[in-house]
């Protein structure tokens, strides 16, 4: 469904008029199957949130291609209602000046029966409809970040990629929002492309998880195999989740 194809990228190193440059993805390709979530993990800097902006078509690769059902996810048309995001910032995620219901509305503009959808989204990220007239810094953090979600889903994408979306959260708030998400890709049959820091979290709801590190893939694992990855990076990722 959703096809990486040797993607390559590099940013000016240093100031405005250097003229050396980085190269943060080097020949990255995979694929995420429909109904699929997959994991990419890596350290911080690795490239992960570059690949992200790829992924959703807001940048552009240097060299290579990112393709949904075939087709180039440069195009408006491809990505629009197909493929949302959801970023580790909730509170900036969401204009101060919206309110919950402005918030979740703002994709949906045109539609029609938009207040019941709202009830509709709202119920369905486990929100109660007393929230619609509340203000981004009213809410909690997982309040908050379930207002993102149901921004994300309202527009039916067959795909949602998150960026450390979780990352920020209590680990029980966390584990809350996790399984929300595994509920909602369930019964909407969505892919997630869940970009984490942390294993624990990726292998909780992930598919698949790709090793990333300077920006490179490593490794492609299943999750029920993640025991017998290879890579020496994975090895110790993973090791630091077993002595806790
Ligand atoms: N717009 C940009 N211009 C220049 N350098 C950037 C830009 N975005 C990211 N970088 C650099 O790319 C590298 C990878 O960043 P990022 O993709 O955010 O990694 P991660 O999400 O894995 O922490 C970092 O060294 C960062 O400084
Ligand atoms: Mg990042």
Redesign the pocket.
């Given at each position: 469904m959703l096809k990486v194809d040797c993607v390559e990228k590099s940013?000016?190193k240093g100031g405005l008029f250097s003229r050396e440059k980085?190269k943060?993805l080097k020949n990255v390709s995979f694929e995420c199957r429909r109904g699929e979530c997959l994991g990419i993990i890596?350290?911080?800097?690795?490239?992960?949130?570059?690949?992200?902006r790829l992924i959703l078509g807001i940048e552009k690769p240097d060299r290579g291609t990112v393709l949904f059902e075939g087709k180039n996810i440069q195009d408006r048309k491809v990505r629009v209602g197909n493929i949302s995001a959801v970023f580790q910032d909730y509170i900036s995620s969401i204009n101060p000046f919206f309110t919950v219901e402005e918030a979740i509305m703002e994709p949906l503009k045109g539609q029609k029966e938009i207040q019941s959808k709202i009830d509709h989204l709202l119920n369905q990220v486990g929100l109660d409809p007393s929230y619609r007239k509340k203000y981004p810094h009213e809410l909690s953090g997982g309040e908050a970040q379930r207002v993102c979600i149901a921004r994300a889903i309202s527009t039916e994408p067959k795909c949602i990629l998150l960026?450390?979306a979780t990352s920020s959260l209590d680990v029980s708030v966390q584990t809350q929002v996790l399984d929300l998400l595994k509920k909602l890709k369930k019964s909407y049959n969505m892919s997630y492309i869940f970009?984490t820091?942390d294993i624990q979290a990726a292998a909780y709801i992930c598919d698949r998880v790709i090793f990333?590190r300077n920006?490179q893939i490593e490794e492609i694992v299943k999750t029920e195999h993640l025991k017998d990855v290879q890579s020496e990076y994975a090895r110790k990722l993973l090791q630091m989740i077993i002595t806790f």
């Amino acid at each position: 469904m959703l096809k990486v194809d040797c993607v390559e990228k590099s940013y000016k190193k240093g100031g405005l008029f250097s003229r050396e440059k980085q190269k943060i993805l080097k020949n990255v390709s995979f694929e995420c199957r429909r109904g699929e979530c997959l994991g990419i993990i890596g350290e911080s800097g690795s490239g992960k949130s570059t690949l992200g902006r790829l992924i959703l078509g807001i940048e552009k690769p240097d060299r290579g291609t990112v393709l949904f059902e075939g087709k180039n996810i440069q195009d408006r048309k491809v990505r629009v209602g197909n493929i949302s995001a959801v970023f580790q910032d909730y509170i900036s995620s969401i204009n101060p000046f919206f309110t919950v219901e402005e918030a979740i509305m703002e994709p949906l503009k045109g539609q029609k029966e938009i207040q019941s959808k709202i009830d509709h989204l709202l119920n369905q990220v486990g929100l109660d409809p007393s929230y619609r007239k509340k203000y981004p810094h009213e809410l909690s953090g997982g309040e908050a970040q379930r207002v993102c979600i149901a921004r994300a889903i309202s527009t039916e994408p067959k795909c949602i990629l998150l960026d450390e979306a979780t990352s920020s959260l209590d680990v029980s708030v966390q584990t809350q929002v996790l399984d929300l998400l595994k509920k909602l890709k369930k019964s909407y049959n969505m892919s997630y492309i869940f970009i984490t820091h942390d294993i624990q979290a990726a292998a909780y709801i992930c598919d698949r998880v790709i090793f990333f590190r300077n920006g490179q893939i490593e490794e492609i694992v299943k999750t029920e195999h993640l025991k017998d990855v290879q890579s020496e990076y994975a090895r110790k990722l993973l090791q630091m989740i077993i002595t806790f």
